[in-house]
């Protein structure tokens, strides 16, 4: 016991010293613990807001791709409806031309010769090519338009 004889010379306002010192040594600890995690969450906040202008430029990059497409889309039903309708309008003249032309309405009886029917798959494949090629075609063949009577 020794220890404890030695630790009463030391006098109250030493004692009241070292206990000071303690909690300033804990509160430094824990402010500097604060600062780092105030440094942690700012880090966090700048990457979040990163991340946040990152995906607002994808999103708008997307509206503007789904604006550019439903354009082209509705162009491309806008052509579709020309294209019907004057399709509708070309069979339409046919189909009056069958009835008021005698000479027609006999050969439109008459199955196409397979020749005739074999060059016209002939050149639809060529058309069929070139419109794959081409953006803007209807994707109507020439064999779609040649299915007509053949025979038995």
């Known amino acids: 016991m020794p220890f404890l004889k030695m630790l009463r010379w030391v006098s109250g306002w030493l004692w009241a010293v070292i206990a000071l010192v303690i909690a300033a040594f804990l509160l430094w600890g824990h402010i500097q613990g604060l600062g780092a ?32 497409q439903l354009q082209a889309l509705e162009a491309r039903e806008a052509e579709l409806q020309r294209v019907r309708a004057e399709h509708s309008q070309q069979l339409g003249a046919l189909d009056q031309l069958e009835q008021t032309d005698e000479e027609t309405a006999d050969w439109a009886g008459v199955a196409v010769p397979g020749a005739v029917r074999d060059w016209m798959r002939q050149l639809s494949g060529e058309v069929n090519r070139t419109d794959r090629d081409d953006p803007g075609s209807t994707g109507v063949s020439v064999e779609a338009i040649t299915r007509t009577k053949t025979p038995d």
């Open 37 to 68: 995690e105030r440094d942690e969450a700012i880090g966090q906040l700048e990457t979040s807001r990163l991340e946040v202008a990152v995906l607002e430029s994808a999103l708008e990059w997307r509206r503007e791709q789904a604006s550019r």
